[in-house]
């Protein structure tokens, strides 16, 4: 699906991340911050839930026009999500704010679920019953690609209960969002042509992959992806690879300086280690 007029008006809410999209922009619709209760007094950080069905039909289609504008100027998503609800908008944001805080080695972090390209992972990572506790009474949540043409959404099946307790397999996998999303940038940067829907499983694995064949450092293993993606199957049976593995086995980060010059990418390329791009954030 495309946003437009007519996807936007069969939706009772939105979010708008506020260190995406500027202040002024929010205030065009009536909203406020989802703040869990641990973190009161850090309102910039957190999304806010706007409430669309206060506003009359004019008023909410041209702050939608002015939104997508600004969106589009600044390379940003309008939105991190389009929700459907017949609750109430406390009832909402309560739900909402309550799946923010999570406990990871007993310290308590930040879970940016709302982030578009989190969310896209955890549909993949999460059971249905943990995606529906975690939505509550929010019945459908729609979220734009990496790409930000498509938007796709997830139905509640209303089968969740009110806990999300995380297998050690989930919580490896949500911990290595950062890489799996510095790799998909890459991907985007050589017009890779991709899903991310599907690829930041397709990522995931590949990291796994590399971590089984010893690679331990994190470059090497998101540049193993990398290469396992964009180059013809069984790429790294070739001698190169081969032996690019073996040195990264003594010397973690070899592989990716290796298999940068084979490719002979751009030397001007930034590097893999970006701003981080996780789900967990120290609350």
Not at 33 to 42: A, D, H, M, S, T
Not at 60 to 82: I, K
Not at 103 to 126: H, N
Not at 214 to 232: C, H, K, N, R, Y
């Amino acid at each position: 699906m495309q946003l437009d007029h007519r996807l936007f008006e069969a939706h009772q809410y939105a979010l708008i991340n506020p260190l995406q999209i500027d202040r002024r922009i929010a205030q065009l619709w009536p909203c406020e911050p989802i703040v869990p209760k641990e973190l009161r007094g850090q309102e910039h950080l957190f999304p806010y839930l706007l409430r669309l069905g206060e506003m009359s039909a004019d008023t909410r289609l041209a702050a939608l026009d002015e939104t997508v504008h600004y969106a589009r100027e600044h390379d940003r998503v309008p939105f991190s999500a389009l929700l459907v609800s017949d609750a109430g908008p406390e009832h909402v944001r309560n739900q909402l704010a309550r799946g923010l805080v999570r406990k990871v080695d007993g310290e308590r972090m930040l879970f940016r679920y709302y982030d578009p390209r989190v969310w896209s992972a955890l549909t993949w990572i999460l059971s249905t019953s943990q995606l529906d506790a975690l939505l509550g009474p929010v019945q459908s949540w729609t979220a734009p690609s990496a790409k930000r043409d498509i938007w796709r959404t997830y139905e509640s099946r209303g089968t969740g209960n009110d806990g999300l307790p995380l297998a050690p397999g989930q919580m490896h996998a949500i911990s290595s969002l950062a890489s799996i999303n510095r790799v998909i940038d890459r991907l985007l940067r050589v017009d890779h042509g991709i899903d991310d829907h599907s690829v930041s499983k397709q990522v995931y694995d590949e990291i796994l992959s590399a971590d089984a064949l010893g690679l331990s450092d994190a470059d090497d293993q998101e540049a193993f992806a990398f290469v396992s993606i964009t180059q013809p199957p069984g790429i790294h049976e070739a001698p190169m690879y081969q032996e690019a593995i073996r040195i990264a086995r003594l010397e973690p980060g070899a592989y990716r300086s290796i298999v940068t010059a084979a490719l002979e990418d751009d030397e001007s390329e930034p590097p893999l280690k970006q701003q981080d791009q996780g789900v967990w954030q120290h609350g």
